[in-house]
């Protein structure tokens, strides 16, 4: 299979090649931003309501990433290989070399209703998405027109708004973003994949490579007794049960 890069991101970075770790660390304080130049910002505002227009969106997702993940799920990869192998008790070079029509059989007998079940799913995922996006496209707006007012001198902001009442303009402001995310730009995003599936275990090697000479993570046997009574204060538990939670918060034994 070779899903758009969007995809493959996303499943690698669930799948666990690089060691993540399960306690939320809090996120870095963001610099500070400064005030806005609030006629810089009226005009951006003019911008972005036709490069962000009201439900674009949601259009996004029902179009574009509909198309898409049908695409996804109508290709042959659709268990992963390494899932196929271990049911047939085979290595994954092997389970490859089966072919597209052996592994749809096999699909076809482990699971007949996989590809339904999975067209469904995606639906439900992305139509999900969609609405999220769409409660949240105010504050995308918001949050773009500041950007431009900070980025674009005032001259600059008028040219662009000038160039976005022309017909021309008007066009690109209300399709950029659907166009970036069109059938021609999913196409090149799918073509890099074996580019991607090729490097990632030599970037995971190059990571871990570069962390290498910092220490282990701590096992609960390594904190001293004021670490283990900080330790539980944090966690509100009680001294005798914070090997219990420390063990399985952070994912040590």
């Known amino acids: 299979m070779r899903p758009s890069f969007l995809a493959a991101f996303l499943l690698f970075a669930g799948s666990g090649a690089v ?3 399960t306690v939320p660390q809090p996120a870095p304080a963001a610099p500070a931003l400064g005030p806005v130049d ?6 951006a505002d003019r911008l972005v309501a036709k490069l962000l227009p009201a439900g674009i969106y949601k259009q ?3 179009k574009s990433f509909s198309a898409m993940m049908d695409k996804i799920v109508g290709q042959v990869g659709e268990m992963p290989v390494a899932k196929l192998a271990q049911m047939g008790g085979v290595t994954e070079a092997q389970a490859q ?10 699909m076809e007998i482990y699971d007949p209703a996989w590809r339904e079940r999975q067209r469904r799913t995606m639906q439900v995922i992305t139509a999900g998405m969609g609405d999220i996006m769409t409660r949240v496209e105010p504050k995308a707006r918001v949050a773009l027109a500041r950007a431009y007012a900070r980025e674009f001198s005032g001259a600059e902001l008028e040219d662009l708004d000038r160039y976005f009442a022309t017909p021309a303009g008007a066009h690109y402001a209300s399709r950029a973003l659907l166009i970036a995310m069109g059938p021609d730009m999913m196409e090149a995003m799918n073509a890099i994949m074996p580019e991607l599936t090729d490097a990632m275990p030599g970037l995971v090697r190059k ?6 000479d910092l220490p282990a ?7 001293s007794p004021a670490e283990r009574k900080k330790l539980a204060e944090l966690f509100g538990v009680d001294p005798e049960t914070l090997e219990d939670h420390a063990s399985s918060s952070t994912g040590t034994e």
């Open 19 to 21: 060691q993540a770790q």
């Open 38 to 43: 609030p006629a810089r910002l009226a005009v």
């Open 60 to 62: 996004l997702f029902d």
């Open 97 to 106: 070399a089966l072919g597209a029509v052996k592994m749809r059989e096999i």
């Open 207 to 212: 990571a871990q490579a570069a962390t290498a």
């Open 217 to 223: 993570v701590r096992t609960k046997g390594d904190l």
